[in-house]
């Protein structure tokens, strides 16, 4: 009969995990110690229980592996940096690459650098530029119309305001008929032993001056 697999998950049990962390760690200890002495590798174990009690195993000493992993991790940061330029000059290699590409791309639109393409490259190049020509020149008709609804829109606007204007009088045309009215008012008064004549013109002109004033302000 053969033993039945136990599920790898939390136990839900308190006295079950304990139990079962016990016999575990031994375990663990154990095989340490056993590789530790068959390979004759280096090995320190560290383990905190789930009531933070600390549980550990070293081969030969604890801090003397420490120590030794900490040396390792050293000469791997400095190893680092190195690998990590190549990286990044293996990253810049690719974005020149692209650069150039690009620009070749560009010099070749303003036909430049054709002597080294096939047939097919001059083809597809020349359908490129068919299909670019075609776009500028959509965009720039539909820019002019534009252009054109702008100053209809305009024309029409200004039409309508020079239409308003010649509707209402002007000023200086209504202060001109009515100064005409009180002279033609004025010349039908009788003169009474000779002044009448000049008070009368000495009064126009200063109605006169004073509308002449008023006209200037608006």
Not at 39 to 63: E, G, R
Not at 154 to 182: F, Y
């Amino acid at each position: 009969m053969t033993r039945k697999r136990i599920q790898i998950k939390k136990i839900d049990n308190i006295s079950s995990r304990q139990v079962t962390f016990s016999k575990r760690r031994k375990g663990l200890f154990k095989k340490a110690q056993e590789l530790s002495t068959l390979c004759d590798a280096d090995i320190a174990l560290i383990v905190f229980s789930a009531t933070s009690k600390l549980f550990d195993y070293a081969s030969s000493s604890m801090q003397q592996v420490i120590e030794r992993r900490d040396r390792h991790s050293a000469i791997h940061r400095l190893d680092g940096p190195s690998n990590q330029l190549q990286v990044e000059n293996d990253s810049n290699h690719i974005l020149r690459k692209k650069v150039e590409d690009k620009n070749r791309e560009l010099r070749q639109l303003n036909g430049e650098d054709l002597h080294g393409l096939t047939l097919q490259e001059l083809q597809k190049l020349e359908e490129v530029l068919k299909r670019g020509l075609a776009n500028v020149s959509k965009i720039k008709d539909e820019k002019v119309m534009q252009e054109i609804n702008s100053l209809k829109r305009k024309g029409a606007e200004l039409l309508e305001e020079n239409q308003k204007l010649k509707q209402v009088p002007s000023p200086i045309l209504v202060q001109r008929q009515s100064s005409e009215s009180i002279v033609s008012r004025s010349s039908n008064l009788p003169d009474e032993d000779g002044g009448g004549d000049t008070s009368l013109n000495l009064g126009l002109v200063y109605f006169n001056y004073i509308s002449f004033l008023l006209v200037l302000r608006l």
